[in-house]
């Protein structure tokens, strides 16, 4: 069974910096890719960011880029967020995701998220 | 950028049909997946390439994609089917929709 347990949010000041930690078992973790998703509050689901299985492709939501950064250890099964230069809007529970990904018999490619974290909490405000 | 567009909110009698919608351009050349989240809950995934429920997921489940829309049908609706309802597809990237909130009276 997938099990994803984030960690390190807390209260930061507007520009200040956190990482997040998502650690992961009960999957082959270096085998998927990964994604950041957050939910503000009154707002929904907010793609953050993803990295492939193998950590040399990442991808960031726009309003993200230039300031977070996704990395992994496929060695200690850890997904992390450097969330620097952070913003009131920032402020949202983060969810780790688990992604299953890949091309069908009919070369259709998909996508999606079948292992969520329970999410950790991250506060900008002075 | 690609975007997902879902009714705001959906509102269903218990033992009814709930019809919840997600459009996109030429969503139906695409994989639709659907995500339902309760209070205080993360995310889960209740549809996954436009039909197919994970293990777990109610058969009362069902996904469809044509077109420019995607539904996810919830059949005789329970009280705590009572969530909100992401639509997600892939475009270079993750694309969520807005959610839909859905009411269960």
């Known amino acids: 069974e997938v099990h994803l347990l984030e960690s390190g949010g807390g209260l930061v000041q507007p520009g200040g910096s956190l990482r997040l930690s998502c650690a992961a078992s009960?999957?082959?973790?270096?085998?998927?890719?990964m994604n950041w998703v957050r939910r503000a509050p009154g707002k929904g689901l907010e793609w953050v960011s993803g990295?492939?299985?193998?950590?040399?492709?990442?991808s960031y939501a726009d309003s993200m880029k230039g300031r977070f950064t996704i990395s992994r250890d496929n060695s200690k099964n850890t997904l992390y967020l450097q969330m620097n230069s952070l913003r009131a809007e920032d402020t949202a529970i983060y969810y780790c995701?688990?992604?299953?990904?890949?091309?069908?018999?009919?070369?259709?490619?998909?996508?999606?998220?079948?292992?969520w974290g329970k999410g950790t909490t991250v506060t900008v405000s002075s | 950028s690609y975007e997902l567009t879902q009714p705001p909110s959906v509102s269903v009698s218990p033992g009814q049909t709930a019809s919840i919608t997600c459009s996109g351009d030429?969503?139906?050349?695409?994989?639709a997946s659907w995500y339902q989240q309760k209070p205080g809950q993360s995310p889960v995934l209740v549809i996954y390439?436009?039909?197919k429920r994970p293990s777990g997921i109610p058969e009362r489940f069902s996904g469809s994609n044509s077109g420019n829309t995607a539904t996810l049908t919830i059949s005789r609706t329970q009280a705590m089917d009572e969530a909100d309802y992401y639509c997600?597809?892939?475009?270079?990237?993750?694309?969520f929709g807005g959610g839909t909130k859905l009411t269960v009276l």
């Open positions: 390439r436009d039909t």
């Open positions: 990295i492939r299985d193998s950590g040399g492709s990442t």
């Open positions: 030429n969503l139906g050349d695409k994989y």
């Open positions: 009960g999957f082959t973790f270096s085998s998927y890719a």
């Open positions: 997600q597809a892939w475009d270079s990237s993750v694309v």
């Open positions: 995701a688990k992604a299953d990904s890949g091309t069908d018999a009919t070369s259709h490619f998909y996508y999606y998220m079948d292992g």
